[in-house]
C-alpha cells in the first residue's frame, strides 16, 4: 500500500514513520526545506513533546476535542510517546508541571531523531514540494504538487493550522477538507495575548503573579477562570493566564475580563488591610500608602478606576471610597477588543470538523482520506498537550491505515 502524507510536522512525521515501520511505502510531502519548522520554535526553542501526566490528566488540559480524542490518546499516551523518542535514543528530562524536553533542551534534537527515524523506517521525504490538490478516482488517490504528481492508495494531511505561517501552516489543509465536502470550524488564535478596549500602555511591562483572571460573557456567565501569572503588554495582557484564558474564548464575542489582584483576601480581610495601612498614615496622600498593595504604576490605575484622587490624604477617604477600592482591587475591570494575530499565536484553535470524521482521523465523506493533528478541530493548553495530541492522532491513523492494509492482503 502507497500512502502519501502531507505535512512534515509532528504528525505528519509520526504518521510516516509508524507507517513505514509496518511496512507500508510511504512519502512524505513538505513544503520547507526540512521537516519539522515548527517543532523549531515550540517550547521557546526547547520542545514541550509531551506531559508526563496520567491520561485523564490529559483530557483536563483539552480545550476542544476531547471527546473525539479519546480513542487516540488512550491508544497512544504520553507515556507511549517518551518511550518512542527515548527508544530512538533521545534522553528526556521532565520538568515543572511534567512538562518532557530533550535533556539537551534543544528542539532541533527532536527534528534529528524524527529525521533519523524517518530515514531508518525507510520513508520517502520529498522537501520543497507544494501540493496543490487532491483528487480520488478509481479507487486511487492523486496528489498534484509543484512539480508533478503522485498516486496513492491512501492520503493523511498533516498540514497544520494557520498559527506562525512563517513556518508552512497557511491553512492548506482546510482547502484540501473542503473539496471533499467537508465543513471546517473557523479558525481562531488559541495561547495568545488578548488585546483590550482599555488604555494599559501605561502598564506595559507590569508582571504580576498569583492572581485571578475570570472571563464573563455580556451577559455574566463565566467561561473560564484562571489563577497564576499575568504581564500588561502594550496593547492588553499576556502571561500563563490569559495565553490559557484566549482558548476558552476565542469562540465567545464580547467578553468581559475580571481581575482579581488579591484572590488570597476575601473582601473583608481586604478591606482591614487598607484600613490598617491608613490608620498608620492617615496624615499621607492615598497613593503614596497604597503603593505597599500594588506596583506603582497599577496602583495610580487602580486609584483612578476607583475614582480616588491618588493626592487625596487618607484622612479624608470616606467610607464609600474605601469600599469602591476594594471592589476594583478585587474586580478590575477589562473588556475583550480582539486577540493577538496569529502570527503570535501557539496554536490554531479550529479546523476540520470533527462530525466529518472517524476518532481514527478517517473522513466519513471520502474513504482512505485522514485528517490528522492541528489540522483538525482540537487544541489544548500549554504544557505539551498540543503536541502529544499530534502524536497520538498520528498514531491513531497509522493503526487504522495499517488495519486496513491487512485487509486487503
Known amino acids: 500500500?502507497?500512502?502519501?502524507?502531507?505535512?512534515?510536522?509532528?504528525?505528519?512525521?509520526?504518521?510516516?514513520?509508524?507507517?513505514?515501520?509496518?511496512?507500508?511505502?510511504?512519502?512524505?510531502?513538505?513544503?520547507?526545506?526540512?521537516?519539522?519548522?515548527?517543532?523549531?520554535?515550540?517550547?521557546?526553542?526547547?520542545c514541550n513533546l509531551t506531559n508526563d501526566c496520567d491520561i485523564e490528566n490529559m483530557f483536563a488540559h483539552v480545550v476542544h476535542g476531547e471527546k473525539y480524542l479519546r480513542t487516540a490518546l488512550y491508544s497512544f499516551t504520553p507515556r507511549d510517546t517518551m518511550s518512542f523518542f527515548e527508544d530512538a535514543g533521545l534522553e528526556l528530562s521532565v520538568e515543572r508541571g511534567n512538562r518532557v524536553f530533550p535533556a539537551s533542551q534543544k528542539s532541533s534534537d527532536v527534528i534529528k531523531t524524527l529525521s533519523a527515524e524517518l530515514k531508518k523506517a525507510g520513508v520517502k521525504v520529498l522537501l520543497q514540494r507544494t501540493a496543490r490538490d487532491i483528487s480520488y478516482s478509481d479507487?486511487?488517490?492523486?496528489?498534484?504538487?509543484?512539480?508533478?504528481?503522485?498516486?496513492?492508495?491512501?492520503?493523511?494531511?498533516?498540514?497544520?493550522?494557520?498559527?506562525?505561517?512563517?513556518?508552512?501552516?497557511?491553512?492548506?489543509?482546510?482547502?484540501?477538507?473542503?473539496?471533499?465536502?467537508?465543513?471546517?470550524?473557523?479558525?481562531?488564535?488559541?495561547?495568545?495575548?488578548?488585546?483590550?478596549?482599555?488604555?494599559?500602555?501605561?502598564?506595559?511591562?507590569?508582571?504580576?503573579?498569583?492572581?485571578?483572571?475570570?472571563?464573563?460573557?455580556?451577559?455574566?456567565k463565566t467561561v473560564a477562570s484562571r489563577f497564576g501569572e499575568l504581564m500588561f503588554t502594550d496593547k492588553g495582557i499576556s502571561g500563563p493566564v490569559a495565553l490559557t484564558l484566549s482558548s476558552y474564548i476565542n469562540r465567545t464575542e464580547r467578553v468581559k475580563l475580571i481581575l482579581d489582584l488579591k484572590p488570597s483576601l476575601d473582601d473583608r480581610q481586604l478591606d482591614a488591610r487598607i484600613l490598617r495601612d491608613f490608620e498608620e498614615r492617615k496624615n499621607k496622600d492615598v497613593g503614596n500608602v497604597t503603593r505597599a498593595l500594588l506596583p506603582d504604576r497599577l496602583n495610580l490605575y487602580v486609584l483612578r478606576a476607583a475614582g480616588i484622587a491618588d493626592n487625596k490624604k487618607v484622612n479624608a477617604i470616606t467610607k464609600e471610597e474605601r469600599a469602591r477600592l476594594v471592589k476594583t482591587v478585587k474586580n478590575l475591570p477589562f473588556t475583550v477588543r480582539e486577540l493577538a494575530p496569529f502570527t503570535e499565536a501557539v496554536i490554531t484553535s479550529g479546523g476540520v470538523a470533527l462530525k466529518d470524521l472517524k476518532p481514527s482521523g478517517e473522513s466519513r465523506l471520502q474513504a482512505g482520506l485522514y485528517f490528522i493533528g492541528e489540522t483538525v478541530d482540537v487544541d489544548a493548553l500549554t504544557g505539551g498537550f498540543n503536541l502529544q495530541i499530534a502524536f497520538s492522532t498520528a498514531a491513531a491513523c497509522a493503526r487504522d491505515i495499517i488495519k486496513s492494509l491487512g485487509r486487503t492482503r
Do not use: W
Open 1 to 46: 500500500m502507497r500512502v502519501g502524507i502531507i505535512g512534515g510536522g509532528a504528525a505528519g512525521s509520526f504518521a510516516a514513520i509508524l507507517l513505514a515501520r509496518q511496512g507500508a511505502e510511504v512519502v512524505l510531502i513538505e513544503k520547507n526545506e526540512k521537516i519539522g519548522k515548527k517543532i523549531y520554535i515550540t517550547g521557546k526553542g526547547r
Open 139 to 220: 479507487g486511487k488517490f492523486e496528489i498534484e504538487t509543484d512539480v508533478g504528481k503522485e498516486i496513492f492508495d491512501r492520503v493523511v494531511v498533516a498540514t497544520g493550522g494557520v498559527s506562525y505561517p512563517s513556518t508552512g501552516s497557511t491553512g492548506d489543509g482546510y482547502e484540501f477538507a473542503k473539496r471533499f465536502g467537508h465543513s471546517v470550524v473557523s479558525p481562531k488564535q488559541a495561547l495568545v495575548a488578548i488585546r483590550l478596549c482599555e488604555d494599559v500602555s501605561g502598564l506595559q511591562g507590569i508582571s504580576l503573579r498569583n492572581v485571578q483572571l475570570c472571563a464573563l460573557t455580556s451577559d455574566g
